[in-house]
């Protein structure tokens, strides 16, 4: 059997740190991330607590690996060109995406607002995600106000509840919430005539 070769050490390494993310995320979600400790993350991926300390520093660190990562993604779909300017295709295409991402990881979303709750790990990550969320803010204001909506920062906080209780709504209630349904009536109210 030949050495392994530097590319399928990182691929090893990467596949290790998803994993290791992943049970977390099943973690922070069932039990809560205070009660959540190192040592029932390792155990739940299978490793040694060594072995996770080698992917991640601390508890925190993997919270905050999990948040961003998820915050990148919903970046990426936001403001597709990245040229300053939302259009409406554009907000069309993050609205949908937004809605396929609670599709596929609605345990990130159960994290996200037992978070929302939990003011002393909130502080983990306010800092930084206000710098990633301010800009979104400020361009989807200007969306707003182009599109001829009278009080764009007030539709601006509007779509953010909106989705937000969507999202709520969704992970309590995933076999009888009609997302789909929701989705298009989201898109035509932000995306349609309904100034």
């Known amino acids: 059997m030949s050495p392994r070769t530097e590319k399928q050490y990182q691929e090893i390494r990467e596949e290790k740190r998803k994993l290791i993310k992943d ?20 155990k739940r991926a299978g490793i040694s607590k060594g072995l996770l300390y080698n992917y991640f520093d601390s508890k925190e ?18 403001d ?15 609205i949908r995406q937004t809605f396929k991402l ?17 003011p002393n790990v909130m502080k983990l990550v306010e800092e930084k995600f206000m710098d990633i969320v301010q800009p979104m803010l400020e361009r989807t204001n200007e969306f707003f106000k182009r599109e001829g909506y009278q009080n ?28 789909d349904e929701i989705e298009n009536l989201v898109v035509k109210q932000i995306c349609g005539t309904n100034k």
């Open 23 to 42: 049970k977390a995320l099943e973690l922070f979600a069932l039990e809560g991330f205070d009660k959540s400790s190192i040592s029932k993350i390792a």
């Open 80 to 94: 597709t060109n990245k040229d300053g300017v939302l259009e409406k295709h554009e907000m069309e295409y993050f």
């Open 152 to 179: 764009p920062e007030v539709w601006t906080r509007y779509l953010g509840a909106i989705l937000d209780g969507i999202s709520l709504n969704y992970v309590v209630d995933p076999n009888n919430f009609p997302l």
């Open 102 to 118: 609670l599709k596929e990881n609605p345990e990130f979303w159960k994290l996200y607002f037992m978070l929302a709750f939990q």
């Open 61 to 78: 660190a993997l919270l905050t690996a999990i948040i961003f990562e998820q915050v990148d993604i919903m970046m990426s779909f936001f």
